[in-house]
């Protein structure tokens, strides 16, 4: 007889308890219907403001809540939580990372552990989006934020936060501090093998998501800030181009003026220090962004997989 597996199911939560207690049911269902598997849940309680009910129902799922000290915001709520787990838990298998509101649909868990056995639980999985049930608008900009997003970096994300961890990759996560700015693209900036399953998003259980507008414009910056490397060399690379650009400028225009007897316009000085101050302004940056980078490399710091400790108020278990 085979021994159950135990999964654990990460889920920050910011005043959004009413979706929170319609995700238990729903892995509670989930629970009945894998028998091979035990579910437990780790809900990273991200400095609400509203208090957790005390009338919810819990059956047999049993739930660890981490009352953080402050906000701290979700993908560094994500990253208190993985801690947590490899540090406290010693009876995990798989750890899958999910949003609290109904957008990762529990029943989607089932597709993510199958991916997982299929590639012998060496890869980490993560559900990339089918369809998506957000505004036009908001679609629209994270449509530009992808594609933006791999002309910075040279990389294509297209999934969220939703995955599904094995244990044996656990330790390589915690131990990257770029999953503090975003959890997603810190596992592909580290080189740890992932693979995707397309997977559609779900509605909200209750109320209205907090990922607004401007909140994609701060998640699409911590994505980019991640590859801080590549986005440096991309930015030194095009202003390098930039300065030959205005500089084979410059040249076609002196070379007009003194070899030639083609009529030059009265501006062609006044268009020569133009360029000439653009190519100093390109020459600023890529000294600066130079700079910068170095500043950064000489700076090492060993990754803490123990900086949970310092957000975490209290820990309340749940049965």
């Given at each position: ?64 809540i981490l009352n953080l000290k402050i906000n701290i915001g979700h993908q560094r709520g994500i990253a208190v939580g993985l801690q947590y787990i490899y540090n406290e838990v010693s009876d995990y298998d798989l750890v899958v990372v ?200 000489k700076n090492i710091s060993a990754p803490n997989p123990k900086i949970y400790k310092d957000f975490i108020e209290e820990i309340a278990h749940e049965k």
């Amino acid at each position: 007889m085979n021994q159950k597996k135990n999964i654990y199911c990460l889920a920050p939560v910011y005043n959004d308890w009413e979706s929170f207690a319609i995700l238990i049911h729903e892995i509670q269902l989930l629970q009945q219907r894998l028998d091979d598997y035990n579910f437990y849940v780790v809900v990273v309680n991200d400095g609400s403001t509203e208090d957790i009910p005390e009338d919810f129902d819990y059956k047999q799922i049993s739930v660890t809540i981490l009352n953080l000290k402050i906000n701290i915001g979700h993908q560094r709520g994500i990253a208190v939580g993985l801690q947590y787990i490899y540090n406290e838990v010693s009876d995990y298998d798989l750890v899958v990372v999910m949003d609290s509101d109904g957008e990762d649909k529990p029943h989607d868990i089932e597709a993510l552990i199958n991916k997982a056995v299929l590639e012998k639980e060496r890869k980490i999985i993560f559900a990339q989006r089918k369809k998506r049930q957000e505004s036009t608008f908001f679609k629209i900009g994270y449509f530009f934020y992808k594609y933006l997003f791999y002309f910075l970096t040279g990389q294509k994300i297209s999934f969220g936060n939703f995955s599904i961890i094995p244990k044996k990759l656990l330790s390589k996560v915690v131990h990257q501090n770029n999953i503090w700015n975003h959890y997603s693209g810190g596992i592909i900036q580290s080189k740890i093998p992932y693979e995707k399953v397309l997977l559609d998003r779900g509605k909200r259980y209750k109320g209205v998501s907090k990922m607004n507008f401007n909140s994609l414009i701060i998640h699409g910056l911590s994505s980019i800030a991640v590859y801080f490397d590549f986005l440096s060399l991309r930015i030194l690379r095009y202003s390098l181009y930039g300065i030959g650009i205005c500089f084979v400028s410059v040249l076609i225009i002196l070379y007009q003026k003194l070899f030639t007897d083609n009529a030059i316009p009265g501006w062609a000085s006044s268009l020569i220090l133009i360029i000439s101050g653009i190519i100093l302004q390109l020459f600023s940056v890529t000294l600066i962004v130079l700079l910068l980078q170095l500043s950064s490399r000489k700076n090492i710091s060993a990754p803490n997989p123990k900086i949970y400790k310092d957000f975490i108020e209290e820990i309340a278990h749940e049965k």
